[in-house]
């Protein structure tokens, strides 16, 4: 049985192409490992919900499948909930985009993912 961060995880890898991915260990310490995107070896998945550079896989991915305006609506929603006033009038919305969390990233992609399993 996986929790929901395993689950978000496992969407986010296949998306990216890992593949052959499997659960190991007990039902409080499970890690996830699949086959890498290019078929060379099998690895644990990244930890996207803690690691910004993980992010940037699947975020490097957006632009080429056609995905990062649906992507940077649905951050900007997330943000939009999470958002505190500027400091001041100059502080521009679009610098809060750097500022996201990688669970923040991850809620996004998840988004875009279930988007379009819908269609």
């Given amino acids: ?8 995880t496992i969407r986010i890898a296949e998306w990216c192409g890992w ?4 659960l190991f260990g007990g039902p409080n310490d499970a890690r996830c490992f699949g086959l890498t995107p290019n078929g060379s070896h099998t690895l644990p ?13 699947f975020e490097g991915l957006l632009e080429e499948r ?5 992507y940077m609506a649905e951050l900007g929603t997330i943000l939009e909930g999470a958002r505190q006033p500027p400091d001041d009038e100059f ?11 990688a669970a923040q990233r991850c809620a996004a992609m998840v988004e875009v993912i279930e988007g379009e399993t819908a269609k």
């Fill in 91 to 101: 502080a521009a919305y679009d610098h809060e985009f750097a500022f996201a969390t």
């Fill in 45 to 57: 998945l990244p930890n996207y919900l803690t690691d910004l550079n993980a992010c940037a896989e």
């Fill in 1 to 8: 049985m996986t929790n929901t961060n395993q689950t978000t």
């Fill in 66 to 70: 056609g995905k990062r305006d649906w």
């Fill in 19 to 22: 593949t052959e991915i499997r």
